[in-house]
């Protein structure tokens, strides 16, 4: 019994330390852009986070908090808005950062083969991206998190990967472009809102979306085949403006920082259940379907080749050509972290 009263006496005196912290902190108002509002990024993470920091700061920080959908915008203008200081704080989709290769490969297509993977390509490669960051987008990235893992959806009956040939697919970014141009297919480069409207004009037969965002954006109701094999993650960052950054105090750095490393933490863990559930719901098979009525996707089980033939496309087409765009020394780097963690080297 006293140790148990002795384990309540020091989470009070943490919960005191904290609100007292909290207490001491300056008011301030902060404007937000946020991602999809119909993905679990937003819904699950990114709102109630903004929603709650009143009560966090003790009511000395408040937020309005928008989603890029509600407002209209398309994901790759979030930085520019960002840097144009219209927005206090936004997540921002890496790949949607247009002609950025170092930005770029924290998530080169196919290299992080599970989210575990993922988050240590981020911890490492992160500090590299600090000062280009600042000078180019007056931004400085505060906490990263992903999708669930990333496949490829098509309104066409699909058995492997050479079945992709000649088809159009939409991607997000240049090196999801390297990967399924060296698939033999032709990509396709669509905002997230696009794809589906796509999909049934028959601009694109076929997509590249996480799990779970696959079935929150309706794309089962338009596709009918999934290949059950994972093309890399879509990873996401929080960054401040470096005019707000620097108007803070001290303690508000410290207590913004904080609660940004607990959100990151959430969003890692929700992004890893919902792999599975994404793909329970739009197929309808391994279970019961977390968000509502389930789809009937056709779940492909690519052959052993195509696996295969996934880490020679990705080293003779998608690591090479990122490693032309981003140069020698961008490379070395690379290679030095990421190329470690993932097993893979990238060669000019």
């Known amino acids: 019994m006293r140790g148990m009263m002795t384990v309540l006496g020091a989470i009070v005196l943490m919960a005191g330390l904290a609100i007292a912290q909290a207490q001491?902190?300056?008011?301030?108002?902060?404007?937000?852009?946020?991602?999809?509002?119909?993905?679990?990024?937003?819904?699950?993470?990114?709102?109630?986070?903004?929603?709650?920091?009143?009560?966090?700061?003790g009511g000395a920080f408040t937020a309005t908090a928008q989603s890029t959908t509600e407002l209209g915008l398309k994901g790759t203008e979030v930085m520019g808005l960002l840097k144009q200081d219209k927005y206090d704080f936004v997540h921002a989709v890496a790949n949607y950062v247009a002609n950025d290769p170092w930005l770029e490969a924290v998530d080169i297509a196919g290299v992080a083969r599970d989210l575990d993977m993922a988050r240590k390509i981020t911890t490492v490669w992160a500090p590299r991206l600090d000062a280009l960051m600042d000078k180019n987008y007056n931004a400085k990235i505060l906490n990263w998190y992903a999708f669930p893992m990333q496949m490829i959806y098509?309104?066409?009956?699909?058995?492997?990967?050479?079945?992709?040939?000649?088809?159009?697919?939409?991607?997000?970014?240049?090196?999801?472009?390297?990967?399924?141009e060296g698939f033999g297919a032709?990509?396709?480069?669509?905002?997230?809102?696009?794809?589906?409207?796509?999909?049934?004009?028959?601009?694109?037969?076929?997509?590249?979306?996480?799990?779970?965002?696959?079935?929150k954006a309706g794309?089962?109701?338009?596709?009918?085949?999934?290949?059950?094999?994972?093309?890399?993650?879509?990873?996401?960052?929080?960054?401040?403006?470096?005019?707000?950054?620097?108007?803070?105090?001290?303690?508000?750095?410290?207590?913004?920082?904080?609660?940004?490393?607990?959100?990151?933490?959430?969003?890692?863990?929700?992004?890893?259940?919902?792999?599975?559930m994404g793909l329970t719901c739009t197929t309808g098979l391994g279970g019961t379907c977390s968000e509502g009525k389930p789809g009937k996707l056709v779940k492909v089980q690519p052959p052993s080749g195509d696996f295969k033939q996934r880490e020679l496309v990705m080293i003779d087409t998608v690591l090479k050509r990122w490693a032309k765009r981003c140069g020698a020394d961008c490379v070395r780097t690379w290679n030095d972290t990421v190329g470690k963690i993932s097993g893979m080297t990238a060669i000019p």
């Not at 937000?32 to 966090?56: C, R, T, Y």
């Not at 098509?154 to 399924?180: T, Y």
Request: with cysteine; glycine share 4%.
């Open 24 to 57: 001491d902190l300056p008011k301030l108002q902060f404007k937000v852009l946020g991602s999809f509002a119909n993905l679990s990024n937003w819904q699950k993470i990114e709102k109630p986070f903004w929603d709650a920091l009143s009560k966090e700061s």
């Open 219 to 276: 794309w089962h109701e338009v596709a009918t085949h999934v290949i059950e094999m994972p093309v890399g993650f879509t990873i996401i960052y929080t960054a401040v403006s470096m005019t707000t950054w620097r108007s803070l105090d001290g303690r508000s750095r410290e207590f913004l920082s904080a609660q940004m490393k607990a959100f990151e933490d959430k969003a890692w863990q929700i992004a890893s259940d919902e792999v599975a």
């Open 154 to 180: 098509c309104k066409v009956p699909v058995r492997s990967l050479a079945d992709l040939k000649g088809k159009k697919v939409r991607v997000q970014g240049i090196s999801q472009g390297d990967l399924v």
């Open 186 to 215: 032709t990509a396709v480069t669509l905002p997230f809102d696009d794809v589906v409207p796509a999909l049934k004009s028959n601009a694109v037969d076929c997509a590249i979306t996480g799990t779970m965002p696959a079935y």
